[in-house]
């Protein structure tokens, strides 16, 4: 049904009947994201749009000095050693992929040609490979010229375990073959209906085979460029001090017309948010500051009468709350929540449900996240116009109420609910940040209120986000009955997202608490529908199941969404830059230009 | 003499070793993880920061790590930084000259404020000066540093525009401009610590002071029909430094170590805000080396101290 109606869709876009932006606009009401259209559209045989780009100077350089504000500073410039996000911003001043996202969700080739397609020959029916032209002519800041080579060295360079890079995860899947110096060809081990991960944004930089060579694998530390990049981008590379700064000068070959506008580039790092705003806002010392993780209110204040403003990017992160399926409190074979056990209280749906009436999102946004969040029912959010048909939440502390009292859970003496000798207790954890302490208070009083007792725990983040075996306060481990975080979504599709609550994946003592199903979830149509979708070369099918999968979390309640979170920078009032929800923030630094 | 220090410098060994056990020992402790950062990419599965985890030996037992990095550091090999795969010492040695710069104008401007004020307050006790200089004092040690230095930052930057608050190491003009963007920078962080530091140092010096002014050499001095200015410059001062003299030794690895605050809000490169970014992100060597190198400063610093007294007074002899 659904899908055939699609196939006649894209039919219509690829034979012009239909407008493609109508397509998308569809797509996204039946609750697709617009990247997740795009690429439908491209597998469907439809040549990928390019959005517009809006940039204006008719001449390279003359642009004066771009100041940029991390404030973390990037400690290192080899893109595949790029541990945060602070990393990858560094080196992507200097390094460039095969293409990048832009705000829209769509790609942008950059050292590409073109964008691969259907009609261009450039993917293949089965999704097994992919095929991408190398714009000719690319040369890397010494001079040297970019080639088909040096792609197939980065593929290699990064999959090969001794190098211990980070983007691993993302090569050690395929292999890169040469077709001729300015093609490359890659053969996916399985089919993957997205193809876009490698060679694509940050963790798809490519690195010069002539200046890495020597140093793949166990000598990968030594390679002096790892501190002086040579890379292709619109910058070339002058100083590096690790945690404190990066400088830069205007590449004069710069591969792409016109561009870039700066003729220098800063980025120092270091310092805290609300004085990285204050710099770029009220001073206006700065031009450009990154993660703007300060409340609303600050930054409104900042702004008035200010150099500066703020400006947002939406992608599909999203923050929120995670119910224990499994028993944190009994252990087995030194196992706490462990995928042997039920949870409890939680396994009851009526408790799941209502505590899903009882996070006030509305308040969470006004409160809180003001202008860089926006209230969500789904798990799987995508760009501006993303509205599940399926899916809706309220906030409703009578209908909490009642679903409980109806459930049997029934008021003792002491206010808390009970039900067979079991109180409604709760262990709530998160890390350390304010917004999420602000949150779990907001929750903690509507629960009260319902008659559930919210104890609240907060650890540290660089202990709650780690892999540490040996700490009991990591949120993989789970050792309470809810816990709130964030998950990034870092490139606009949906298989990264969903497959984390596969129940191949539950994390247990087995795995070392590496599986990425926290909630410790099991549910035998999510598991098929995610299978399915991981092999399902069928652009619209494979949407449809991940719709699914996203609403069968919802049913379940496995995870009640706080927020979906904006990405907030803040930019001076005469900086026009290119930011996207779905790349880093220097992603499209080519594009940045200034107004006078 | 050379007898005492070489004493000295042996029995420094085996504390050192006692310490860099203590900390080595109390960081391989302490939760957390350097490629925590790495767990919250979906891009990057779990089993990349385990072979990270293997591959800097960071899952051998604790002995065996200590032991390696003993071994390492004797032969002068400091180890890299998990996070920015560099160097150590290159690390470290990168940081040195702003630290040194800005902290150790800080403490010149507090001996340079403290001393004066501080013996004339003492010559004068109780007079509107002293209560002045008493009650500044009492308020400078009682302002923290992240107080007045956002406080500065507040006054100076926003509303009167005058000073950045932003460090910049890469100024762009050259020669006398060059000094002056330097100078003009340096401003705020340097008050914001001299003055904190001058303040319980002019208390030091003046109730050291008043112990020695007090007593009958001083009276014979000015009995005898010396000036003021040579009996206090001359007799007093020289034996009222002693303790001061202690005091500054011990702060002057601070000078080296930076100043953990101050740094983080001016965003000064120095050795503080490296050390405390790399305790944020669990960068064991980064932590280990710069706690260490602070620890052979205190050692070091404190022999100096030990050897002054003896110039300063000869009634005290080192044997």
Redesign the interface.
Known sequence: MLHTDLRTMIEGVKDGRMDRRAFIQRMIGLGLTAPMATQLLAIGGVAMAQSPSSYKPTKRGGGGPLKL?WWQ?P??L?PH?A??TKDQDGSRLFYEPLASWDADGNLNPILAAEIPSIQNGGLSADAKSVTWKLKPGVKWHDGKPVTADDVVFTCEYASD?AT?A?????YRDLTAEKVDDLTVRLVFKNPTPFWA?AFVGA?GCIIPKGLFAEYKGGKS?EAPN??KPIGTGPYKFI?F?????I?GEINPDYHMPNRPCFDTI?M?????AV?AA??VI??G??DFAWNMQVEDEVLQRLEKGGKGKTIYAVGGDVEFIMLNCSDPNTEIDGERSSIKTKHPLLSDPAVRKALALLVDRDAVKKVIYGRAGRTTANYLNGPEKFVSKNTSWEFNVEKATKLLDEAGWRPSADGIREKDGKKLKLLYQTSINGPRQKTQAIVKQACQKAGIDVELKSV????F????VA?P?TY?KFYADIEM?Q?????PDPA??MS?YHSRNVATKEN?W???NFPRWVNQDFDAAVDAAESETDPVKRAALYIKCNDLMWQDTVVIPVMHRLKVAACSNTLRPVISGWANDTDNLQDWYREA | MSQYVLRRLLIAVPSLLGISLVLFTVLALAPGDPFSELATNPNVPPEVGLALRTKFGLDDPIYLRYLRWLVAMAQGDWGFSFVSRMNVDTLILQRLPTTLYVIGSAQLLALLIAIPVGVYAATRPYTIFDQIANTLAFIGFSLPTFFTGILFILIFSITLDWLPFVYSTDIKATGVHWVIEQVRQAIMPVMVLGLFQAASMTRFVRSAMLDVIRLDYVTTARAKGLGQVRVIVKHAMRNAMIPVVTLIALQMPAVFGGAIVTEQIFRIPGIGSLLISSILSNDTPVVMAVTFVFACLVVLFNLIADVLYGWLDPRISLR
Do not use: C, W
């Open positions: 504000l500073a400690t290192l080899n050693f541990t945060g375990p211990a980070v983007s691993i995860g993302i991960s963790y530390r790892n501190l100083e001090k690790p945690g404190d700064l400088r800063e120092k790092g270091g310092g805290d004085s204050r710099a009220q001073t010392e700065y540290v983040a660089s202990v986000f780690s892999s540490d700490n306060d993989s975080f998950i990034p979504m870092t490139q990264q997202h984390r070392k590496q599986g990425t």
